[in-house]
């Protein structure tokens, strides 16, 4: 009759110590967290000066004031004076004194239109209107 041992109690009559964990296939132990995959988020500096965080909050569009936009762009008085929207229009040619963004503070749908052919279409109107002696204003000139 002899006594049953468990694995544990062997271990310890005989001073044994357990077996390291194993590895994995990368060489790293299971009890280690998986690595996450994906992006990190990015951790966007801060403004360096209270100047700069000034200035781009107090930037407004020449042409139809808003404040906000996705990107500058370089107009007919310097780079960064007007919003996406109107930019995209100066740089083709078709940035008229009745095209104002939707979004833009100063629109009035009576006088603007964020559609070319709607402002083409008010012009004309304008044109063959009674009483009308206004000549309608130009394109704003790109270089």
């Known amino acids: ?3 049953h041992f468990g694995a544990s109690e062997l271990m310890e ?16 132990s ?7 995959r994906g992006r990190k988020p990015k951790n966007l500096p ?6 700069e965080a ?8 020449s042409h139809c004031g808003v404040q906000k936009t996705p990107q ?20 083709s040619g078709r940035l008229l004194p009745e095209y104002r963004p939707a979004c833009s503070p100063t ?6 239109s964020n559609s070319h ?8 109107k304008k044109e063959d209107g009674p009483l009308t002696v206004t000549a309608t204003a130009p394109a704003v000139a790109s270089f």
């Open 1 to 3: 009759d002899t006594p």
């Open 13 to 28: 009559e005989y001073n044994i110590l357990p077996p390291p964990p194993k590895k994995s296939k990368h060489g790293k």
């Open 30 to 36: 299971s009890k280690q967290k998986a690595k996450k």
């Open 46 to 51: 801060a403004p360096s000066s209270a100047m």
């Open 54 to 61: 000034a200035t781009q909050s107090d930037r407004r569009c």
């Open 72 to 91: 500058w762009r370089a107009g007919p008085e310097g780079a960064k004076t007007l919003c996406n929207a109107c930019g995209v229009r100066y740089k």
């Open 107 to 112: 629109y009035v749908s009576s006088v603007h």
């Open 117 to 124: 052919r709607k402002v083409l279409e008010m012009r004309r």
